[in-house]
């Protein structure tokens, strides 16, 4: 969940809304230190985003999303957070809501309305399309929140949700479950979704790549004793290199090898709620 509690204000809805490691060299040549920036801040932006596999999966799916959204159409962002999809939608009213629950070092300011996302302060079928990602993981009952989902959009509108099978945990405490496609699929049919699309994210080369890339933080960790960083000093950037950069664009390239896709790291949904209950 993308989410801090803030100050009212009115919607459309009439609703309340309130480091390489970079090696430099003390006088004589002496290398000592290594500052904090990291290999990727080197890099293009372009390039730097395809070594987060998870994040680039999830916002390639938003981008795909927002074609389908007409102008004009009422678009609600349920677990919005820092609201980072609301440029994709300029075409549509778009309403960000959250509880405000997830990482205190976020600015809210972007939201809509500040809300429970499992009693929505919204009318029946008031949005065309809802919008939920990596949110769902985070909420204590998510049939309810579904079911909410259901109520707010209108018959035929869709919903179009990310949810994580594998991925560590985040905004302690609030990180409750994890989803197999089947379980997906279970939670939709009874909310009285029709599901139309539970994809996998990626397969096994992605998950992998997605996962190897901290190996470097615990190999290099800040609270190493001094004789271990002075030893492996010159290994540093290489690891840096070897674990964020060179596997995941390896992984990345590999993964159409994997046809089956039971690895994930998650699903993107699509579901329709149906013309008539």
């Known amino acids: 969940m993308e989410s801090s509690r803030r100050g009212a204000r009115t919607s459309g809805w009439g609703v309340a809304s309130p480091n390489l490691q970079l090696l430099y060299f003390l006088p004589h040549n002496r290398v000592l230190a290594i500052s904090q920036m990291r290999l990727r801040s080197l890099l293009p932006r372009?390039?730097?985003?395809?070594?987060d596999l998870?994040?680039?999966a999830v916002s390639h799916f938003v981008e795909r999303v927002a074609p389908g959204v007409s102008p004009g159409e009422r678009i609600l962002d349920a677990g919005a957070g820092e609201a980072p999809y609301r440029a994709l939608f300029p075409q549509a009213r778009y309403v960000g809501l959250d509880d405000g629950r997830g990482d205190p070092r976020w600015d809210y300011t972007a939201l809509n309305v500040s809300g429970d996302l499992l009693a929505m302060p919204f009318r029946d079928g008031a949005f065309d399309h809802v919008l939920c990602t990596e949110t769902l993981e985070h909420l204590t009952d998510p049939g309810d929140f579904l079911c909410e989902v259901a109520r707010v959009l209108r018959p035929g509108g869709r919903l179009h949700m990310t949810a994580p099978l594998s991925f560590k945990e985040h905004q302690q405490p609030y990180d409750f479950f994890r989803y197999t496609r089947y379980g997906i699929a279970l939670l939709l049919e009874r909310a009285g979704f029709e599901a139309e699309s539970v994809e996998p994210e990626g397969g096994y080369f992605r998950h992998l790549g997605d996962k190897i890339q901290p190996v470097h933080r615990y190999l290099f960790r800040k609270d190493r004793a001094l004789i271990w960083k002075v030893l492996f000093l010159l290994?540093?950037?290489?690891?840096?290199?070897?674990?964020?950069?060179?596997?995941?664009?390896?992984?990345?390239w590999l993964d159409p090898l994997d046809t089956k896709r039971v690895?994930?790291?998650?699903?993107?949904?699509?579901?329709?709620k149906p013309e008539t209950a």
């Open 54 to 56: 998870h994040r680039t």
């Open 46 to 51: 372009s390039f730097r985003d395809r070594l």
């Open 235 to 252: 290994l540093q950037p290489f690891s840096m290199l070897f674990f964020t950069v060179v596997c995941p664009l390896v992984c990345s």
């Open 263 to 272: 690895h994930t790291t998650g699903f993107l949904v699509t579901a329709r």
